[in-house]
């Protein structure tokens, strides 16, 4: 970190130190994430004192059309971030699929629209490559599993930072040119995620690039609280009873829980118990296999899913993310691919949105803690969609159906629509039964 940095870190933010989550040891604010004495995982710390006397719901308010509304509780000394229109995404009322479910007050929040890149990706990377440019990277990279290769890259471009990204070779092809299109250098590995971050973490110490997920990670998790702080705010400054995400490392979890605990902390909204419960797919699902076995500890595991952008065999965040479930009385459930792409439907069919395969994941995990009477249909019950699904066309392909094709003619489009009328009859008798 340069001289000025530092002064521009003691004069202008509030965030203090790094900070490791199991011996508390601290450190300096720069490019680091894994504590020398324990190898626990640092943190980014605030002074929640000056949060207290210098922020409101007023001046949150008065502030950018973004995450960066929030920017006194993230970890960023510049009063110019990159802003490129993240965050402040819809809260939709699920009237139509609360029904369906047997809900009363059901939300969705809606980061299949988010900015640049139409995932909740753009949050974490906009606040890192926004301290990597405090900290003088010229360089930025990440390993990804598809959304975040594309915020990475997106964002990179738009600031003037070369970039460099890693993904495992077998990606959906929307996200892989989602990625090409800014012209980065993209690394297919022929791995799964786990081998493709090992592959980074020996990068990132050879080369002295800013990898926003690894040497960056404190910084870049912190982004995930916004989406904490948003839906409170569009709440009007209250707590939900209960959230529902998806658990790929487990970091967005406990950022959610974090931003609901500073808002709180500095008195923007009163506390109340809020329930925490992860969703997983049944192909790659160590945390909720801990969860269910009443572990302390993560198992990895190899994954086997079509819920690439979840598909993490080793949680860095996974123990964390079961004590958070544990200790709200929340839950964490995992579902196979077929009640995933089911999940994707019932969506897009009740509500309108359109998402990828970690939220059909999160949709079909909701339906079946609805079903085993997991969830009071009174809570105020907000589910977390990350991903846009037209990055994960291929999930969807054959169960969808076909346009009917019918000639320039009157009688062609009646006999069609017949057609049409009669099969929605038998779908519906199948579905009764």
Request: hydrophobic share 40%; proline share 5%.
């Amino acid at each position: 970190m340069t001289q000025t940095t530092q002064l521009q870190t003691k004069s202008a933010a509030t965030f203090r130190a790094l900070k490791c989550k199991e011996c508390g040891e601290e450190y300096e604010l720069k490019a680091m994430h894994v504590c020398e004495f324990c190898f626990g995982p640092l943190e980014v710390a605030y002074d929640y004192s000056a949060l207290r006397r210098t922020v409101t719901r007023e001046s949150i308010q008065a502030g950018p059309h973004s995450i960066w509304r929030y920017r006194p509780f993230l970890p960023v000394a510049t009063e110019q971030p990159i802003d490129v229109g993240t965050g402040l995404t819809p809260l939709v009322r699920a009237n139509r699929l609360a029904r369906r479910l047997g809900l009363n007050k059901l939300y969705i929040k809606n980061d299949a629209v988010n900015m640049p890149t139409l995932s909740f990706k753009d949050r974490v990377v906009s606040v890192a490559l926004t301290r990597a440019r405090e900290l003088g990277f010229s360089t930025v990279s990440c390993a990804s599993t598809g959304n975040l290769a594309n915020s990475t890259a997106a964002i990179a471009a738009h600031a003037g930072l070369d970039c460099c990204v890693f993904i495992p070779a077998d990606l959906e092809a929307g996200k892989v040119m989602g990625t090409l299109i800014y012209s980065p250098t993209v690394m297919a590995v022929q791995g799964n995620y786990d081998q493709v971050n090992r592959l980074c973490s020996e990068v990132a110490n050879t080369h002295g690039w800013g990898f926003v997920n690894i040497n960056l990670r404190p910084y870049y998790s912190e982004g995930s609280k916004t989406l904490g702080f948003e839906v409170a705010e569009q709440l009007g400054w209250q707590l939900p009873d209960h959230i529902v995400a998806p658990l790929a490392s487990g970091s967005l979890f406990t950022k959610i829980y974090k931003g609901f605990q500073e808002f709180v902390e500095v008195g923007l909204v009163d506390d109340k118990p809020v329930r925490f419960s992860g969703a997983q797919a049944e192909g790659c699902s160590p945390i909720a296999q801990a969860y269910r076995e009443g572990r302390d500890f993560v198992t990895p595991v190899k994954p086997n899913t079509i819920a690439k952008s979840i598909a993490i065999g080793n949680p860095a965040d996974g123990v964390y993310a079961i004590d958070i479930a544990r200790k709200t009385n929340g839950n964490i459930e995992s579902v196979n691919d077929a009640e995933i792409i089911a999940g994707i439907k019932l969506l897009a069919e009740t509500e309108g949105i359109f998402t990828e395969t970690a939220g059909g994941t999160t949709i079909a995990v909701l339906q079946k803690l609805v079903e085993a009477g997991k969830i009071d249909p009174d809570e105020t019950t907000v589910v977390y969609i990350t991903g846009n699904g037209l990055k994960t066309q291929e999930a969807v392909q054959g169960y969808v159906g076909e346009p009917l094709t019918i000639e320039p003619k009157l009688d062609s489009f009646e006999r069609a629509l017949e057609r049409s009328r009669t099969l929605e009859r038998l779908e519906w008798q199948q579905v009764s039964v």
